[in-house]
């Protein structure tokens, strides 16, 4: 590792460090389209309470597993066994697909799902689209139809994450992130002294405030 590497890995764990000491509440449940929610966890130091850890879904089949969360949650998921991925894919009640990109094989993603969707709290709960990007990175329906669905989901704490500005409700801008360009994803270091783009938003004041 280099000088400077070791030196933005430092910076990083303070950030992270800080982070927990500001942190409140500890048993959030973190729904999101992507990995954001495990990270969050990891670096919060926080029990997995949700079972959308270590996987993707597209924005399309995200959403329509947010419009009909109580089913989708409830249901069996089931294995798409002519997928070409190199991951298991799961299927969920309305045909929504859920990458398990980081299993070995579906039954273990299944066993981890069942086991982590045990622990939702929806009083504690808050609701991340991270895969509307910039320009033309947007996956399903264009981006204007994606934050409209999203917006008229009904959960208290929901947001979006997004690589430009945009006039509506629950955006959260991250300057120079971008869902498609290396090194610039939600997690990527942002400057030498360590601040990853989605440092540019207060999450441990967001998840602090789920509860009221």
């Known amino acids: 590792m280099s000088i400077i590497r070791k030196f933005i890995t430092c910076r990083q764990e303070r950030i992270n460090a800080a982070n927990r000491r500001r942190l409140i509440n500890h048993t959030p449940t973190l729904i999101c ?22 996987l993707y879904m597209d924005n399309p089949d995200f959403l329509s597993a947010m419009e ?8 069996d998921i089931t294995e798409d066994t ?23 094989d579906f039954a273990t993603a299944k066993a981890k799902w069942i086991e982590r969707r045990q622990r939702i709290d929806t009083d504690n709960m808050a ?19 994606v934050i409209q669905r999203f917006n008229r989901l009904t959960f208290k704490n929901k947001l979006i994450f997004s690589g430009e500005a945009v006039d509506a409700p629950n955006i959260v801008h ?11 994803n939600i997690f ?10 989605i440092d540019q938003f ?11």
């Open 68 to 75: 009909h969360f109580d089913e989708f949650i409830h249901a």
């Open 82 to 104: 002519a997928s070409d991925k190199p991951y298991p894919v799961g299927v969920g009640p309305r045909g929504e697909r859920i990458h398990f990109m980081h299993y070995p």
């Open 33 to 54: 389209s992507n990995c954001t929610g495990g990270v969050l966890y990891h670096w919060l130091g926080l029990e997995f309470r949700s079972p959308f850890i270590n």
């Open 188 to 197: 990527g270091t942002q400057t030498l002294l360590g601040r990853r783009y």
């Open 202 to 212: 207060d999450y441990v004041d967001f998840i602090n405030h789920l509860k009221d």
């Open 174 to 184: 991250l300057k120079g992130y971008s869902k498609v360009e290396k090194h610039k």
């Open 127 to 145: 609701v991340m689209l991270t895969n509307l990007g910039v320009g033309t990175e947007c996956i399903g329906g264009g981006k204007s139809t």
